[in-house]
């Protein structure tokens, strides 16, 4: 039963959760175990003939287990195409104008052409609805002020 569960728990290891560690390391203990058993219980000849199936039989599922075909099976094979826009190559150039959105107390939403974004101002409040102009890029902060 060693052996039996030995075996199971190094298959469980290469096959289904392959990095874990752990479930590897206690099949292997157990695998041991069984084959010191074996050795101890039954004499040495039967001890060599566990120990070299035992060996072969892990032999032969670490080979399946990490072939490449097998490996596709149950690795990570998607790829992730999306990108993020950069805040730091901003789309809002000095001189823009727009309306907000919110009240910027300093800072709020203001609507330029199509695109929304974060701004503030200098440190003034500007009511909803209002003209603003951008007036610097500070990093990843757009610094607006009003029109009027």
Do not use: C
């Not at 290469?14 to 004499?43: E, S």
């Not at 599922?61 to 990490?66: A, D, F, K, T």
């Amino acid at each position: 039963m060693l052996l039996l569960f030995g075996l199971l728990f190094l298959a469980a290891e290469v096959v289904f959760i392959p990095g874990t560690t752990i479930v590897g390391l206690i099949g292997f203990a157990l695998l041991a175990a069984g084959v010191w058993f074996a050795y101890r219980d039954f004499g040495s000849a039967t001890g060599h003939i566990l120990l070299v199936s035992s060996l072969a039989v892990t032999g032969l599922m670490i080979y399946i287990g990490l072939k490449p075909k097998n490996m596709a099976r149950v690795a990570l094979t998607d790829v992730n195409n999306s990108h993020v826009r950069d805040a730091r190559l901003p789309d809002v150039q000095p001189g823009t104008t727009g309306r907000t959105l919110s009240a910027l107390r300093p800072a709020g939403t203001v609507l330029f052409e199509e695109n929304r974004r974060e701004v503030t101002t200098r440190g003034e409040f500007v009511p909803a609805g209002t003209e603003v102009r951008v007036l610097r890029i500070e990093q990843n902060r757009i610094v607006v002020e009003s029109v009027a």
